[in-house]
């Protein structure tokens, strides 16, 4: 079984958009409790590689690089670039979320002040060609955040899988092939 039913959202993207491959490098930040894990490693190991991060504890996964930190931090960034040893990454997948404060408007902020960070992350290490998946609030930040991604990938698009639907305001965004700087 899965550790979450998170699960259900990244298993329904990728049959639709085929995001994991085998034998690919794939990042994933923001992994706990795993169940996103679960399906990236099932799918693209062992040939490739996966390197997953968060904040929290996580129970291991067999062959997925764990690194428990913040990704805010430059130390936590540091380990992260360490373990791709120069090698560009595939795919990076992000479902970080702030812890809610309940404070619409800091939440909001700090969703995107990671989300940033995580397109800054894949501006540095995405091959050509390569993909991002992001999970965004929708409401303030959400359309330059979009405009922000559509300078770096050919095509943007939303997906809002079943298991989020009802009130959440959360929103995926898709960016596929990667610009080649050119
Ligand atoms: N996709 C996961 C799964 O299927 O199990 C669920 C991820 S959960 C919705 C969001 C995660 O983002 C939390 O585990 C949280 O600790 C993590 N997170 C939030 N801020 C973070 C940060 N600054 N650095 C690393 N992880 C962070």
Same mark, same amino acid.
């Given at each position: 079984?899965?550790?979450s039913r998170a699960a259900y959202k990244l298993t329904e993207i990728d049959e639709k958009d085929h995001?994991?491959?085998?034998?690919?490098?794939?990042v994933e /930040?923001?992994?706990a409790p795993g169940s996103w894990t679960q399906v990236i490693a099932r799918r693209v190991l062992p040939d490739g590689a996966v390197i997953a991060l968060d904040l929290l504890p996580f129970e291991p996964i067999a062959g997925v690089d764990f690194i428990q930190g913040d990704f805010t931090e430059d130390s936590v960034l540091a380990e992260l670039e360490a373990k791709l040893a120069?090698?560009?990454?595939d795919?990076?997948?992000?479902? @970080?979320a702030p812890n809610i404060s309940g404070i619409a408007i800091s939440d909001q902020g700090r969703m995107y002040q990671l989300?940033? @960070?995580?397109?800054?992350?894949?501006?540095?290490? /995405?091959r050509p060609g390569g993909k991002m998946l992001i999970k965004l609030f929708q409401g303030a930040g959400f359309d330059p955040y979009k405009k922000a991604m559509q300078q770096l990938f050919k095509t943007?698009?939303?997906?809002?899988p079943a298991a989020s639907r009802g009130r959440s305001s959360e929103l995926y965004l898709l960016g596929i092939d990667r610009r080649s700087g050119d």
């Amino acid at each position: 079984g899965y550790r979450s039913r998170a699960a259900y959202k990244l298993t329904e993207i990728d049959e639709k958009d085929h995001l994991l491959k085998r034998g690919e490098v794939v990042v994933e /930040l923001g992994a706990a409790p795993g169940s996103w894990t679960q399906v990236i490693a099932r799918r693209v190991l062992p040939d490739g590689a996966v390197i997953a991060l968060d904040l929290l504890p996580f129970e291991p996964i067999a062959g997925v690089d764990f690194i428990q930190g913040d990704f805010t931090e430059d130390s936590v960034l540091a380990e992260l670039e360490a373990k791709l040893a120069g090698r560009s990454v595939d795919l990076v997948l992000s479902d @970080m979320a702030p812890n809610i404060s309940g404070i619409a408007i800091s939440d909001q902020g700090r969703m995107y002040q990671l989300a940033d @960070m995580a397109l800054d992350f894949a501006d540095q290490h /995405l091959r050509p060609g390569g993909k991002m998946l992001i999970k965004l609030f929708q409401g303030a930040g959400f359309d330059p955040y979009k405009k922000a991604m559509q300078q770096l990938f050919k095509t943007v698009v939303p997906r809002k899988p079943a298991a989020s639907r009802g009130r959440s305001s959360e929103l995926y965004l898709l960016g596929i092939d990667r610009r080649s700087g050119d």
